[in-house]
């Protein structure tokens, strides 16, 4: 079955750049969207179509996708940006959804 | 604004049926596909099932297929997940979401809501 590989954590202090990944052989044809949940929370989606930031999400956080790599980028990460961060796609049959394994982001 | 209220966890012995059900408010419910998602405790999101706006597509994750069944009211405003020959690692927190966008089945799953745990055990 399909898989999606994530970095299973990232470490930055305040004000850095954190840059999670998420790999994926169909991804050069379908769409990343990352989650971000908080401890005891339900996820929140914090990106779209690889690069489509909600209007209620802050601008420092960004997407692309580059062949079968897709990437959340948070610019000047806050503490309160820790959290769990899902990717979530497709496989190539478009119907069947597949979360990557999950990053737990630590600012401090 | 979008409401997603999830029923009818518990705890289940193995090899019994539970049906989970959401109760969704604040959109047109008719509109929008529906997913099921779950977590296992302490582990990451495991996507289940999807069902497009008007019922008539469903897909499981291979995980579930063969045990669990989506299904959704339009006429009600609620979506039920029908879970067969429970097992020990079906133990999660199960999460009700709405699509993103209308009309599409390929949509992300977004808002959620709270959650409902379904713990199998003997």
């Known amino acids: 079955s399909y898989e999606l590989t994530q970095p299973p954590s990232v470490s930055v202090s305040p004000g850095q750049t954190a840059r999670i990944t998420c790999s994926g052989d169909a991804l050069p044809k379908k769409y990343a969207y990352w989650y971000q949940q908080k401890s005891g929370q339900a996820p929140v989606l914090v990106m779209y179509?690889?690069?489509k930031r909600p209007y209620d999400i802050p601008e420092r956080f960004s997407g692309s996708s580059s062949g079968t790599m897709a990437t959340l980028t948070i610019s000047g990460a806050q503490v309160e940006d820790e959290a769990g961060y899902y990717c979530f796609s497709t496989d190539s049959s478009g119907y069947h959804w597949v979360f990557g394994g999950g990053t737990k982001l630590t600012v401090l | 604004q979008v409401q997603l209220v999830e029923s009818g966890g518990g705890v289940v012995q193995p090899g019994r049926s539970l049906r989970l059900s959401c109760a969704a408010s604040g959109f047109i419910f008719s509109s929008y596909a529906m997913h099921w998602v779950r977590q296992a405790p302490g582990k990451g999101l495991e996507w289940v099932a999807v069902i497009s706006y008007d019922g008539s597509n469903k897909y499981h994750a291979d995980s579930v297929k063969g045990r669990f069944t989506i299904s959704r009211d339009n006429s009600k405003h609620t979506l039920d997940l029908q879970m067969n020959s429970l097992r020990p690692e079906d133990t999660a927190v199960y999460y009700c979401?709405?699509?993103?966008?209308?009309?599409?089945?390929?949509?992300?799953?977004?808002?959620w809501g709270q959650g409902t745990l379904v713990t199998v055990s003997s």
């Open positions: 979401a709405k699509a993103q966008l209308p009309l599409k089945i390929v949509a992300p799953a977004d808002p």
């Open positions: 179509e690889d690069s």
